[in-house]
């Protein structure tokens, strides 16, 4: 089965001062049986200690937890990439499907504990499951449209909530037009995030929002012969915009965000 099919086994050992040391194994399978189709599966053991910004960041709104216990989780996933190359005007066509599960035991989260603060914290008991999908188009030789979609179900067991600071559903939709043999690229992005809970138990969430982004990028040495006649391997302009819709955007620790820039290059 050369070339068709791949066992991957792997372990790892962590060691870290103050919270000791644990092995860690995980094994892979991928399977081709088909130029166009690819199958993947993953079984593994993930262990993560607090970072130092989780255990000791002390700032009047956002706190570290020096008493934090490490994460400890067992996942599974599970999915499938198609692969087509049709010719004609449709010169490619691709789709990842994925699906995934999480045991995971003192998971590590920043959620708001009062109106002031925001704090790392433990929860003891949780698990995370859900779908990825994401594919491309690419249609004659100057356009290609690409997206994404994320749909997570998480609970805490002991309250039968969602997760703090993380989205049940997330969506990314990107439009690339290269006219004048390529040299100019056209960017337009789609970013689109739920709501986000901020607090173990409910009672706070961030709002939905989508915002979009555009660039514009021109290789102004391939235009009127200027590379040859000024002596020039590249010339570029660039026009990047994020958030063109200055929309009031907070992360998932409540924090607000950058609205509309502008930036040349």
Not at 62 to 80: C, I, K, Q, T, V
Not at 131 to 148: N, Q, Y
Not at 228 to 255: H, I, K, P, Q
Request: hydrophobic content about 40%; overall charge negative; cysteine-free.
């Amino acid at each position: 089965f050369q070339d068709r099919l791949a066992l991957v086994p792997a372990l790892r050992f962590d060691d870290t001062q103050g919270f000791g040391g644990e092995w860690i194994p995980r094994i892979g399978l991928v399977a081709a049986p088909w130029s166009w189709l690819t199958l993947r599966a993953n079984a593994e053991r993930s262990y993560r200690v607090p970072n130092f910004d989780e255990l000791y960041t002390d700032q009047r709104t956002l706190r570290g937890n020096p008493a934090l216990r490490p994460e400890d989780a067992d996942n599974l996933d599970a999915g499938l990439r198609l692969s087509f190359a049709p010719g004609g005007l449709l010169r490619r066509a691709s789709l990842e499907a994925a699906w995934f599960y999480n045991k995971i035991d003192n998971t590590i989260v920043f959620q708001t504990v009062n109106p002031q603060v925001v704090m790392a914290t433990n929860i003891p008991d949780a698990r995370v499951q859900g779908v990825e999908m994401s594919g491309r188009l690419d249609i004659a030789p100057w356009v290609a449209f690409s997206g994404s979609w994320t749909h997570l179900d998480s609970e805490v067991r002991r309250t039968g909530d969602p997760l703090p600071g993380r989205p049940q559903d997330e969506y990314d939709l990107r439009l690339e037009l290269a006219p004048f043999d390529a040299r100019a690229k056209l960017v337009g992005e789609l970013h689109h995030t739920g709501d986000i809970p901020a607090r173990e138990g409910g009672g706070i969430l961030i709002g939905e929002r989508t915002t979009f982004d555009a660039s514009l990028t021109v290789e102004l040495h391939r235009f009127f012969g200027l590379g040859e006649r000024l002596g020039l391997r590249g010339l570029l302009l660039s026009v990047v915009g994020t958030n063109v819709t200055d929309r009031a955007v907070r992360d998932a620790l409540f924090f607000p965000q950058p609205g509309r820039i502008v930036t040349f290059r």
